[in-house]
């Protein structure tokens, strides 16, 4: 058997969460979204080295930021079957919600949730594909200009604004 360039169980991405609580990162992981933790790595100083969870198909790993090093939440998407239950577990779990679920023009439902340690995920379902002349339409329809803007105005950071580039 040859030795694959992308190890089984992983995928040509991974997203890696510097977090300032790892085991609380995790916890909440495991009630938002039925996280499964495949391992905690933690040093003689108690920090977490190494962390890793499963949330569907994908892995996520995760470690203690250093107390020097400046904040930097993840962002994360995640689509799974249902944006709006997932969204409302999310929120029971600890997190708080940022955007409720909304229906936009390129046929995803998106709901987002930031989590007590300030990362903030993208919940998302794909309920129609949607052809690029539909979606130019969309452009001007009433409905999604609205749902757009109700989006793209959601505070991602209370009290500053971030460069989102």
């Known amino acids: 058997m040859s030795v694959q360039p992308v190890p089984q169980g ?14 609380q990162l995790i916890d909440y992981l495991k009630r938002a979204f039925g996280a499964v933790e495949l391992a905690c790595l933690v040093g ?18 995760m470690f203690d930021a250093r107390p020097e090093w400046p904040p ?3 962002f994360l998407r995640l689509y799974v079957e249902d944006a709006d239950a997932v969204h409302r577990q999310a929120v029971a779990a600890g997190g708080t919600s940022v955007t409720e679920v909304t229906h936009l023009s390129f046929g ?15 919940i998302q379902t ?5 052809s690029p002349q ?6 001007g329809d009433p409905e999604f200009t609205k749902a757009m803007e109700y989006v793209q ?7 500053r604004k971030p460069d989102l580039g």
């Open 10 to 23: 992983y995928s040509t991405v991974t997203p890696w969460i510097i977090s300032r609580d790892t085991l």
């Open 134 to 139: 539909e979606m130019q339409r969309r452009f």
């Open 72 to 74: 930097t939440p993840a």
């Open 126 to 130: 794909h309920v129609e594909d949607v």
């Open 44 to 61: 003689a100083d108690g920090t977490v080295e190494h962390a890793e969870v499963r949330i569907g198909d994908s892995v996520v790993m």
């Open 153 to 159: 105005g959601a505070d991602f950071f209370p009290g």
């Open 108 to 122: 995803d439902r998106v709901g987002r949730v930031r989590d007590p340690l300030g990362n903030l995920y993208w």
